[in-house]
């Protein structure tokens, strides 16, 4: 089992940059594919960006690409979610999760493992 903490969010102008952090516990944190969902008011959770175990395979939604950028730091248990050209769309909470495959998928039903989310406000 694994514990996500998130933290980083905030309110940033358009065009802005924040970068989320999501620390987990436990001594496998190599062992799980990690993703980050977000979720607007009056909206279901969607799928941000997902990175594989091994950290060689990443994915985004199309709405996000060429402006975040996933990684992970195996040493330090840590999962990060860099975004740039920030813009109103793109507020939401969001959350980091965790699932025991070995590709991130964009399926939120496949990951067991959450954190309680940070919010990002982005202003025009």
């Known amino acids: 089992q694994v514990q996500l903490v998130e933290s980083g969010g905030g309110l940033v102008q358009a065009g802005g940059s924040l970068r989320l952090s999501c620390a987990a516990s436990?001594?496998?944190?190599?062992?799980?594919?990690m993703a980050w969902f977000r979720q607007a008011p009056g909206k279901e959770r969607e799928f941000v960006a997902g990175?594989?175990?091994?950290?060689?395979?990443?994915s985004y939604v199309d709405s996000v690409k060429g402006r975040f950028t996933i990684s992970r730091d195996n040493s330090k248990n840590t999962v990060y979610l860099q975004m740039n050209s920030l813009k109103p769309e793109d507020t939401a909470v969001y959350f980091c999760?965790?699932?025991?495959?070995?590709?991130?998928?964009?399926?939120?039903?496949?990951?067991?493992?959450w954190g309680q989310g940070t919010q990002v406000t982005v202003s025009s």
């Open positions: 999760a965790a699932s025991a495959s070995l590709l991130a998928v964009r399926t939120r039903t496949s990951y067991p493992y």
């Open positions: 436990g001594r496998t944190f190599n062992s799980y594919a």
């Open positions: 990175i594989s175990r091994t950290d060689r395979t990443t």
